[in-house]
């Protein structure tokens, strides 16, 4: 089946650092990819997605690429702020599944001032 | 526009009482999810409805638990006994058609005791 395989925090970082999250993917077809950010005591906010290989999707300086060779969808921020401290899940919908979205265990990021 | 709105907040009880989480969905969203979160477990999808009809309940821990949604803008989750296991926050969410992101409500954190 389907299943999403992200890096274990949490990752601490200085203030305007660079941050890499690491996500790969196992699926039947050919997916979506979703990296979605919780921030304590919310609810999933979607961050960004893209849907078919070699897209890059892009939000408040956050950018993954769709990597199909290397079933990859990997977050990147440049430099990071305070604010940015929250969990991020990698996730994946498949239509063959339905609309249903398979996340990785979350990864807690911590950012120091 | 209203966002997932999700009720309780909190809830906390004793074992054995028969709990009901609460959910609207953002108005015109024709799927609705529900899931739960732990630090065991992480994110678990337990059901979801298409047009208010429960496609796919393989994620019900038991059947303990139960979902309804009788309206395309209510949707009910149950729990009857509860039990400590079941502590956790339970999330849900809405996507305006297959494929597409999906908003989440902030949560209804549960502590049976």
């Known amino acids: 089946g389907d299943s999403v395989t992200q890096m274990e925090g949490p990752v601490t970082l200085s203030e305007e650092a660079f941050l890499t999250i690491n996500c790969t993917y196992t699926?039947?077809?050919?997916?979506?990819l979703f990296w979605y950010v919780q921030y304590p005591g919310e609810g999933l906010q979607l961050l960004l997605k893209?849907?078919?290989?070699?897209d890059k999707g892009s939000n408040k300086g956050f950018e993954a690429t769709y990597r199909k060779e290397t079933t990859s969808f990997h977050l990147e921020k440049g430099s990071v702020q305070v604010s940015d401290s929250a969990v991020y899940f990698c996730?994946?919908?498949?239509?063959?599944?339905?609309?249903?979205?398979?996340f990785g265990g979350g990864t807690r990021v911590l950012v120091k001032p | 526009d209203a966002g997932v709105i999700q009720s309780p907040r909190h809830e906390v009880t004793e074992m054995g009482q028969e709990v009901t989480l609460r959910c609207k969905p953002i108005?015109?969203?024709?799927?609705l999810f529900w899931y739960r979160q732990t630090m065991m477990r992480g994110l678990e999808l337990l059901i979801y409805?298409?047009?208010?009809?429960?496609?796919?309940d393989s994620g019900m821990p038991e059947d303990r638990f139960s979902a309804k949604m009788p309206n395309a803008s209510f949707s009910t989750l149950k729990i009857q006994p509860s039990e400590p296991r079941d502590s956790a926050v339970y999330f849900c969410?809405?996507?305006?058609?297959?494929?597409?992101?999906?908003?989440f409500g902030d949560g209804t954190r549960l502590s049976i005791l």
């Open positions: 108005s015109g969203h024709d799927y």
């Open positions: 409805f298409n047009n208010n009809v429960p496609i796919d």
């Open positions: 969410a809405s996507s305006l058609e297959q494929h597409q992101p999906q908003h």
């Open positions: 699926a039947t077809g050919y997916p979506s």
């Open positions: 893209a849907t078919k290989a070699d």
């Open positions: 996730a994946l919908s498949e239509r063959a599944a339905g609309n249903k979205l398979t």
